[in-house]
């Protein structure tokens, strides 16, 4: 793999996508492999970089469920996936993360929030029935480039987005049903237990 995660971070760089950085990756790598999971929900896969970083974490029986909005991406992403060893245990669906979420039956136990920010809180209403107990959270990007530290300093056109942020971590730290802690490291990285 250490070539293709090469090429996907070069694809990342010259077309401005947004990927895990590397500084973010033990954590990241870390948790999927500590909470073994059997069923992954991701939402924004871009190129599936982050889509593969789990798969790599897993058993071969395990299957990721991830969602991409953008046409170009997705094309990317397949390709990628196809060129690795991780195609089978990944379904890659195109659309809107939130809409599409209502017609996916399964339960999760991990899920990865890596969309648009500003839908958390409609993304995790509609995931925790979908929750198996000791299932795990992890949103990216809480920081939103430290806007949500100075929120009366927003500038107009992110204050729904902050204030949306807002609400998610309403919910992951007002529901006694979730355990949760913050990491500072890149942009922000909340990391939730369902104890269901
Ligand atoms: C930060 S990037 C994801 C990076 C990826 N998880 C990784 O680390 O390799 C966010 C992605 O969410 C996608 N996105 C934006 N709105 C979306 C939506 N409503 N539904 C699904 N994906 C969406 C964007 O096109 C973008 O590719």
């Known amino acids: 793999m250490t070539e293709l995660w090469d090429e996907m971070k070069a694809y990342a760089k010259i077309h401005q996508v947004p990927i895990l950085r590397d500084a973010e990756l033990p954590l990241f790598r870390g948790l999927v492999t500590a909470a073994r999971p059997s069923s992954v929900l991701e939402i924004g896969a871009a190129i599936a970089y982050s889509t593969l970083q789990i798969a790599s974490c897993l058993a ?62 409609r993304q995790l209403a509609k995931i925790m029935p979908k929750l198996r107990p000791g299932a795990v959270v992890v949103a990216d990007n809480i920081s939103y480039h430290d806007m949500f530290y100075i929120e009366g300093t927003v500038p107009h056109k992110h204050r729904t987005a902050v204030g949306r942020l807002h609400e998610f971590l309403d919910m992951i730290y007002d529901d006694d049903r979730f355990e949760s802690v913050f990491f500072e490291n890149g942009d ?4 939730s237990r369902w104890k269901g």
Do not use: C, H, N
């Not at 071969?60 to 195609?87: H, K």
């Not at 922000?188 to 990391?191: F, I, L, Q, R, Y």
């Open 60 to 121: 071969a029986e395990s299957r990721i469920t991830t969602i991409e909005i953008d046409a170009e991406r997705i094309a990317a992403a397949r390709d990628f996936i196809g060129r690795s060893p991780y195609g089978p245990m990944i379904r890659l669906l195109e659309g809107d993360g939130t809409a599409l979420l209502d017609g996916l039956d399964e339960t999760w136990d991990f899920v990865f929030l890596d969309g648009p920010k500003g839908q958390y809180s």
């Open 188 to 191: 922000g990285m909340t990391v």
